[in-house]
């Protein structure tokens, strides 16, 4: 007949086993490597080679539009409304066809705003103009 003490039952298990934690580890890593491809989803594209870098821009060739968080335009710090904006732009680029517009935005203004501007290069033949998000540091 076995005795039993009261010292023994007292005694507590200090070993964990963690084989079955790094089972479930390990079933969960290969779960997500398997599924994350499937996840991300998107339409196969051949993109077109880059063209020639851009050329140095011209200090004269650079008109700068600024648009105030109440829409009100400034072309190159002189005020006026967007028809006059427009007629000025216009003339510029009549005058030189490299005329680039810098065009700087209040971030907590109107995009109406913003895209009136945009709009009026696009109509006259403005293509190169540029967003830009901080003055230059000169």
Avoid: W
């Amino acid at each position: 007949m076995k005795r039993f003490s009261k010292r023994n039952q007292l005694v507590t298990l200090s070993d964990l086993n963690v084989t079955p934690m790094l089972d479930l580890a390990f079933v969960l890593l290969i779960i997500f490597v398997i599924a994350t491809p499937l996840l991300e989803q998107g339409m196969k594209l051949e993109l077109p080679d880059g063209g020639a870098a851009d050329s140095a821009v011209k200090r004269d060739d650079v008109r700068t539009v600024e648009v105030s968080r109440d829409g009100q335009y400034l072309l190159d710090r002189k005020p006026m409304s967007l028809a006059q904006l427009e007629k000025a732009l216009k003339a510029a680029h009549a005058d030189n066809p490299e005329t680039v517009v810098y065009i700087r935005a209040d971030q907590h203004g109107f995009n109406k705003d913003l895209y009136a501007v945009i709009d009026v290069c696009q109509k006259n033949g403005l293509t190169k103009f540029s967003l830009r998000t901080k003055e230059d540091e000169r």
